[in-house]
């Protein structure tokens, strides 16, 4: 699952949408845990959806820091 990411997409019911990257990820023989956790969460009762998506980037160098050296 390598560069493989998972989100969160929360749409309220104002038409506001937020998108929350996964945390923690543990893989195990037979199951998948995934983490959210934050301090800035709609309340449940202002949401029309909850959509969990995976996700990969574009560029898989993009997720590491440039080297320090060039």
Do not use: Q
């Not at 699952?1 to 309220?12: D, T």
């Not at 983490?35 to 029309?48: D, F, H, I, Q, V």
């Amino acid at each position: 699952m390598s560069g493989l990411g998972w989100v969160l997409v929360l749409k309220e019911k104002s038409g506001r949408e937020r998108v929350l990257e996964h945390v923690h990820l543990s893989v195990n023989d037979a199951s998948v845990t995934i983490t959210w956790y934050g301090k800035n969460w709609p309340r449940l009762a202002t949401l029309s959806t909850v959509d969990l998506c995976g996700v990969t980037p574009v560029f898989m160098d993009r997720a590491k820091p440039p080297p320090k050296n060039g």
